[in-house]
Every structure is written in structure tokens, then in C-alpha cells.
Nanobody
Framework: QVQLVESGGGSVQAGGSLELSCAAS????????MGWFRQAPGKEREFAAV????????YYADSVKGRFTISRDSAKNTVYLQMNKLKPEDTAVYYC?????????????????WGQGTQVTVSS
């Protein structure tokens, strides 16, 4: 069982930056690949970024590539999402998730545990 708690959301103007954090409980953080998803009002939850268990490989959605960076700190049981050059279309609730059964890392059904989400609002 893993509990995930996101933080760092907020309101920012277009072009600004935010860093989201996701703290994981338990001593098995290294067992999980970690992803960030987002969901805008009236839209389906969509993949943003994923990082492998060892933190070496990362993948990004085309919409965030070059602007967002995912990383993890195993000593702190925490995964981060650094978001730069934010756009109004990045406005969403952002969720972190932990999974064990890797297929693509991009599908919500590959993940076993989810956080409660943190709101990010980007104004133009």
C-alpha cells in the first residue's frame, strides 16, 4: 500500500513556473515507476510525464515536452514535476500515480495508486 500526497499547485501567469511534489509513504518507493497525469474540466485524464523506477528514463506527452521535467529523489520518497513556460492550456488538476506493471507508462490503468490531486491554474 502506498499513499501519495501532491503539493505545489497554485495560480501563475502564462510563462511562469511551478514545481509540483508528490510524497510517497512507505519504504517501497523504489518498486514503483511514477507518473504525472492531469485533468482539465470536462476532459479526460491525460498523461503528462513518467519516470522509471531507477530514475534514468523519462517520457513526456508532446504537449509538455521541453517545458516540463519529471524527477525523483529516492532518499525523500518524492517525485517532482518542474513546469516551465506554463500556458493557459496547462490549467488542470495534476495527479501523481505509482505503478508496478510497466507497459507504456502512459495509460492510467497501468497505475495502482493515485494521489488526491493539486490544482494548477495558468492565466493569460
Amino acid at each position: 500500500q502506498v499513499q501519495l500526497v501532491e503539493s505545489g499547485g497554485g495560480s501563475v501567469q502564462a510563462g511562469g513556473s511551478l514545481e509540483l511534489s508528490c510524497a510517497a509513504s512507505g519504504r517501497t518507493f523504489s518498486r514503483y515507476f511514477m507518473g504525472w497525469f492531469r485533468q482539465a474540466p470536462g476532459k479526460e485524464r491525460e498523461f503528462a510525464a513518467v519516470i522509471t523506477r531507477n530514475g534514468i528514463i523519462t517520457y513526456y506527452a508532446d504537449s509538455v515536452k521541453g517545458r516540463f521535467t519529471i524527477s525523483r529523489d529516492s532518499a525523500k520518497n518524492t517525485v517532482y514535476l518542474q513546469m516551465n513556460k506554463l500556458k493557459p492550456e496547462d490549467t488542470a488538476v495534476y495527479y501523481c500515480a505509482a505503478g508496478t506493471d510497466w507497459s507504456t507508462g502512459r495509460r492510467p490503468n497501468e497505475y495502482d495508486y493515485w494521489g488526491q490531486g493539486t490544482q494548477v491554474t495558468v492565466s493569460s
